[in-house]
């Protein structure tokens, strides 16, 4: 039987959303244009052709199957056309927030159930933020009816564990703009029986914000746990580095009941296993082994030594049942576990001294992780020495993206200095073609603002072309021939279509994107850095990271001003339809945002 207590607190924190998270702002929306048919006269005849093309993309969105890029669109569209005509606006931003609201598709195997729940979690939030924006009473109201709807239709079928997992997600949407709302959203998510898969980046996210709050989430957490059976699970994992070093050391002595909490819980799953005598134990309760074996039995020593006795005998009677692949299984994970102790304790040396341990460390592994470690440290001070550093990375792909990292640097020195050659020199050492094509997109636009040199950037821009059509067709790649389009539009209208030709070619090439292959047997990376840098006013990243959900065509926006005709007609050569419609809606929302309400120009 549903608990009637249990849905109307989900849909409680849901409002919770809409009232905070989503930062509703409609008390100051501005006033609604109204008037008489010739209101808006002084529109050109493409601006008012981009009004009825937005009205007919919307129509036709709702056709397509895939409701939550649909929704994001719609919202993107109404949001636009509010001002013009709020009646259609509203029509279609209740089109958006009923695709975002569908449940997740039938036979969806568990993993893409899960990406789904991830992707919805951003669409509602989409929708609602800008509904929200000019009218968030109504904006409420319609997600209090949904709720009420689906209570009054399903009075006694359980919340399943999907709209747990949805609620966390939507927690983790808001962590960074609402930390207090996000961490009600969570402890709601975390009322029934399983943590959602998202806790744990929720923990981190609120951790950032706010320790306090976070530590109240942990505790939630463990709560869930016991009801959960305590079985395996990666919040563990989590909560395990959240609070401790890989030697089992707190991060800050503020959390000793936490420990204790955690240490407690790990002696408690233990006795809760089955197995013994030689009885094989599960999967998962063979992986709580290889945890207890890592992270638990250095926990418990320190934060609840009273207890040690009680985890050695447990564990040993599980051990009875562990085969010889998870033996072997859990040597690994402890030497995995050792080598993260040692990388982690890098910081406590000069660097003098890190690179002299480096040097004499023999496993190959914890020895590139240090040289990584430290070519990031020294490369925003000392670039020749940090590449020096990174040329000692025996990883291939490690050290090249290290390499790029510091190249990186160096360019956006030559930016400020304004030695443009050598920053194009330097570009040649970047070993990420699609990296460097965005690197030498961003020296054209520097060179054009600073010195109006189109021949320069002419040749900047062929080569950064050139540069993108080495790799594989993804989306970054679709991304960097957008950003040259971006830029010849300023000086060469007629160059600027030609490559917009080639992106959208590249684009149509790319029928389905592709998930990336992860081996089982792979061992996790002891250190992972993710560095940033701004060159011309953008942060960039040597990592390909964008998705074909990402583009959203805003680079073509200096086109359209110049031929809007000839970049609204353009959209007939890409196939796919959401793709076109996200395009056509970059064309027409950027004619409705000229400054001057005169026709657009058009060129040869």
């Known amino acids: 039987m549903k608990d009637p207590f249990g849905i109307r607190l989900f849909s409680l924190a849901l409002m919770l959303l809409v009232l905070s998270c989503m930062q509703i702002v409609a008390q100051h929306a501005p006033a609604v244009r109204s008037g008489p048919p010739n209101a808006f006269a002084s529109f050109s005849p493409d601006q008012q052709d981009a009004i009825d093309l937005l009205h007919t993309l919307a129509r036709n969105l709702r056709t397509e199957s895939d409701k939550l890029s649909v929704a994001k669109l719609q919202a993107r569209i109404a949001d636009e056309l509010w001002v013009f005509d709020e009646t259609f606006a509203r029509d279609t931003f209740r089109w958006a927030f009923e695709a975002a609201s569908q449940p997740a598709p039938e036979g969806l195997p568990e993993a893409k159930q899960s990406a789904y729940i991830v992707r919805q979690a951003e669409a509602l939030n989409d929708v609602l933020r800008k509904f929200g924006a000019h009218d968030g009473p109504k904006a409420q109201a319609w997600l209090k009816g949904f709720e009420d709807e689906r209570l009054i239709k399903n009075p006694t079928t359980k919340i399943d564990t999907s709209r747990f997992e949805l609620l966390m997600q ?51 957490a463990v709560g869930t746990l016991r009801r959960q059976g305590y079985v395996n699970d990666p919040a563990l994992i989590a909560m395990s580095n959240y609070l401790f070093s890989p030697g089992g050391e707190l991060h800050t002595i503020i959390n000793l009941s936490e420990a204790q909490l955690l240490a407690n819980y790990f002696v408690d799953a233990s006795w809760r296993q089955p197995g013994g005598n030689g009885t094989p134990l599960s999967p998962s309760s063979a992986s709580l082994y290889s945890l207890l074996e890592t992270r638990a039995v250095p926990v418990v020593t320190r934060y609840a030594p009273d207890r040690l006795p009680e985890l050695r005998g447990q564990m040993t009677r599980m051990a009875s049942g562990l085969t010889s692949d998870q033996v072997q299984r859990t040597a690994l994970l402890k030497a995995s576990q050792q080598q993260q102790d040692t990388v982690s304790t890098r910081n406590n040396y000069s660097l003098d001294e890190q690179i002299e341990r480096a040097e004499k460390e023999k496993d190959l592994q914890v020895r590139d992780a240090l040289y990584n470690s430290i070519a990031h440290t020294l490369m925003r001070a000392d670039t020749e020495k940090a590449l020096a550093v990174t040329a000692k990375i025996d990883d291939q792909n490690l050290r090249m993206t290290t390499e790029d990292d510091v190249n990186l640097v160096k360019i956006q020195l030559c930016f400020r200095s304004r030695s443009y050659d050598e920053a194009q020199q330097t570009s040649v050492k970047l070993n990420n073609s699609i990296f460097r094509a965005k690197v030498l997109v961003q020296l054209a636009s520097k060179i054009l603002s600073d010195n109006n040199d189109g021949s320069r950037a002419r040749e900047l821009l062929t080569e950064a072309t050139k540069s993108a059509l080495k790799s594989d067709d993804n989306a970054d790649k679709v991304l960097a021939l957008l950003n040259a389009v971006e830029q010849y539009a ?94 056509l809606t970059a064309v027409a929302t950027t004619a409705l945002k000229s400054e001057s309400r005169s026709p657009l120009t058009s060129s040869n």
Do not use: H, W
């Open 490 to 583: 300023r000086f060469d209208t007629i160059q600027a279509f030609d490559s917009l030709n080639v992106a959208i070619g590249t684009l149509n090439r790319m029928k389905v994107e592709k998930e990336p292959v992860r081996p089982s047997l792979v061992r996790p990376t002891l250190l992972r850095i993710k560095s940033y840098t701004v060159l011309n006013g953008t942060e960039m990243t040597t990592t390909n990271d964008a998705t074909l959900e990402s583009i959203d065509f805003n680079q073509v926006q200096t086109l359209v001003l110049k031929d809007y005709m000839q970049s609204r007609l353009a959209a007939g050569k890409i196939e796919q339809p959401l793709q076109r419609a996200s395009y």
């Open 170 to 220: 939507v927690a983790l949407q808001c962590a960074s703009t609402n930390t207090d709302q996000a961490v009600k959203l969570g402890t709601v998510s975390l009322s029934g029986n399983v943590v959602p898969r998202g806790f744990p980046q929720l923990l981190f996210a609120v951790a950032n914000q706010d320790r306090t709050s976070s530590d109240e989430l942990l505790r939630t």
